[in-house]
């Protein structure tokens, strides 16, 4: 494999889109990246100074959301993708107009930028819609301009008495219609590992359920075939098969980031890259924490560490 050059920040997501890789750092740092040389095509920014909490890619834009716990601010912008990124103002100059003046500052080069009044918990889209979801004010779909298609109240969850806080939404996704083929829906996933599948088109609900095996969420992953993969704080991974209402179980969590290939689920586990399929787990263990996968055109399916170095994925071959 090529020695191919880091990021000039640590990783926090990959995003792909067109002919390039949309970098997003853990301190809210962006970039742009060519998917086959993985260079760096031109410099990197931060248009808040906050982390980005989740982003999603619809009509050339990227649309994201920052939060800043210290400030009790929470923001939402739309950045075209068209143009280069634009540096947005530093901490120091934020909290001045915030505490002194109280002014509303956008996101640095953003087609569209609001203020949230809630902490964004996740966010997804589909054919020029999004969903967002913040925290005690229900679901939101929106297009691309920002106008709102429709919102839904706070979801009526199942019974969950297993843990606190269970029906929070920890992650809000785009899947498979639980009972149309061929189509897709909102998925959202709470704390406590129940689910709320919704219609794109007007947020009517569709089904809901829990998943059998207990335990508080951490990722989320869909086979787009009707499949997922259920990750587990305290480390357990759950293949979940909603067809057969079968759950299998491995250890090996809290993983970074999952993809369904012809070998089976590929994970990237806790120090050690992990393939399951219907017959066998193969592990491998590594010494470096990985982030997120990217499967390449040449080289097949990478792995982006935390320090930005780019490696093969133990079982790619």
């Not at 087609?111 to 996740?122: F, N, T, V």
């Not at 794109?200 to 609900?205: F, L, R």
Request: with cysteine.
């Amino acid at each position: 494999m090529p020695n191919y050059p880091a990021t000039p920040f640590p990783p926090r997501k990959i995003i792909p889109y067109e002919d390039l890789l949309i970098i997003i750092g853990v301190d809210g740092e962006i970039a742009k990246i060519d998917c086959k040389t993985l260079e760096q095509k031109g410099g990197f920014v931060k248009p808040f100074p906050s982390p980005i909490e989740d982003a999603t890619i619809v009509d050339n834009k990227m649309i994201a959301t920052w939060v800043l716990p210290e400030l009790s601010l929470a923001r939402m912008a739309s950045l075209p993708l068209n143009k280069e990124f634009t540096n947005g103002i530093d901490m120091s100059l934020l909290r001045v107009k915030q505490n002194k003046r109280g002014q509303d500052v956008p996101v640095a080069g953003a087609e569209w930028s609001h203020s949230l009044s809630a902490e964004p918990l996740g966010i997804t889209s589909h054919d020029g819609l999004i969903c967002f979801v913040n925290y005690n004010r229900g679901v939101y779909c929106i297009d691309s301009q920002s106008k709102e298609i429709w919102r839904v109240k706070e979801i009526e969850w199942l019974s969950q008495k297993h843990i606190e806080d269970a029906s929070v939404i920890h992650a809000v996704t785009t899947g498979p219609h639980p009972t149309i083929k061929n189509q897709q829906c909102i998925w959202l996933w709470g704390h406590g590992s129940g689910w709320v599948a919704l219609e794109w088109a007007t947020g009517e609900i569709i089904a809901q359920g829990n998943l059998e095996n207990k335990g508080i969420l951490d990722q989320v992953r869909t086979d787009q075939n009707g499949g997922w993969l259920i990750g587990f704080k305290s480390g357990e991974i759950i293949r979940w098969d909603p067809k057969n209402n079968s759950e299998d179980i491995i250890e090996g969590g809290p993983f970074c980031d999952a993809v369904f290939s012809k070998r089976g689920w590929d994970i990237i586990g806790w120090r050690e890259d992990i393939t399951w399929n219907e017959h066998q787990v193969s592990r491998t263990a590594r010494k470096d924490l990985g982030v997120c996968f990217f499967n390449h055109e040449l080289n097949g399916l990478l792995v982006l560490k935390n320090t930005g170095e780019w490696v093969a994925f133990s079982h790619s071959k």
